[in-house]
């Protein structure tokens, strides 16, 4: 089978516009990681079932390995490094600092990007709700009760809009 003739995509990643060149059929990941110099998503198993490479396609928590780019052309994507900056994190990427909810950190960019589609969509979840948000992100290492508190910290010091 031959592999298709590469085509040029303009992709919205983290508030900016670049322009890529690869075979539509490319996952998302391999441009984030290889085009773009992204590292926040990483490559787990390529079959979408670790998490490992989640990031949000129009807010929605979405694994990369599995999208083709020609799918993803002017949709707005967002990975772990347009969150915020070591400077200013996230509040949930301060939440997992400060609960210190890593130990590789493989999984923490899938988790981090889960939980940030969570608040977005249920800005008060349940813990049933956060465990549902998280459970096909695999964690190897067993940090799982630090994470909740992660998520738990997230949810008290995230803001909620206004209705």
Not at 44 to 55: K, S
Request: proline share 6%.
């Amino acid at each position: 089978m031959r592999a298709s003739a590469r085509a040029a995509f303009r992709l919205s990643v983290n508030g900016g516009w670049h322009e890529v060149e690869a075979a539509p059929e490319t996952p998302l990941l391999h441009v984030l990681r290889n085009d773009l110099g992204l590292n926040g998503p990483k490559y787990g198993c390529g079959l979408a079932q670790c998490g490992a490479c989640m990031v949000l396609v129009e807010g929605v928590a979405r694994r990369a390995c599995v999208l083709p780019v020609a799918q993803m052309e002017g949709r707005r994507i967002v990975t772990l490094e347009g969150l915020g900056t070591p400077e200013a994190p996230d509040p949930v990427q301060a939440a997992f600092i400060a609960e210190e909810a890593a130990q590789c950190g493989y999984c923490t960019n899938g988790m981090i990007m889960s939980v940030k589609a969570l608040l977005a969509r249920t800005p008060r979840p349940s813990e049933q709700e956060i465990r549902a948000a998280l459970r096909h992100n695999l964690c190897r290492c067993g940090t799982h009760v630090e994470i909740l508190r992660a998520v738990a910290r997230a949810v008290e010091t995230t803001e909620v809009a206004p209705t």
